[in-house]
């Protein structure tokens, strides 16, 4: 019985499908753009994103280079985005401001595409390109429209972006300390704080920056070890100055005094 019920149900569902597909088909054959765009506008407000898509789409040409043109250019777009379709939405909203920058609709065309590049920015663990692209997009609009009502919700989006690119930066890094390739770990690591020296990462970057120093100092072979030694301690000092009270002072005043020492059993070795 469940099952009969189950193949009524989907025979109803595929019914409809297809009922509303052959009904979109029979209105774009009809040649009729007033009643295609009429219907079109009535998809689109009561929020069926894609059939009134289908619908603009079909009706576009009909109305190229008329007054009506920007109107399905920016809903046919939107259609896109809140049909999640960010790719598609992106490409069609970068064309619509570049043809369209007088439109009363250029304003949400650019926020939308920023936010395009928003909802496609990956997780801080993956390829950050689209962040940046995001991050550009966002400025822009923010530089473009500073008293719209969405500038707050923008720089907010900013920030978060922006962290995210902080916390790929130290992922990257931190990477290179986990292996132990700790000559890259410290390039890295400098590299993130010299690119982003307000990340909320900064203490732990410069902690491992001593650690990966010191490691690197005493895996090395004896004619390096001295610089090496020296510029750990010059790491050290830098960050004992901004974080005196850090948890891991015990542990780094440690470490430097194992290179003091090795320094001074050298320099003692030399003057023999």
Sequence with gaps: MKQTFSYVLCGAVLALLLGGCSGINALLKSGKPELIYSKALEYYEIGKWQRASTLFEGVQHYYAGTS???TISFYNAR??????DYETASTLLDDFRRKFGRSAFIEDAEGMYALCFYNLSPSPSRDQTMTGQAIIAINEFISRYPNSDQIENFRKINDELTERLHEKSYINAYTYYKIGRYKSAIVALKNSLK????SKHREQIMYLIVDSSYRLASNSVADKQTDRYLAMLDSYLSFKEEYPESKHIKELDRLAQHARDYLDRNNKDNNE
């Design 195 to 198: 690119q982003y020296p307000d």
């Design 68 to 70: 009506r043109e920007d």
């Design 79 to 84: 259609c896109k985005f809140k049909s999640r």
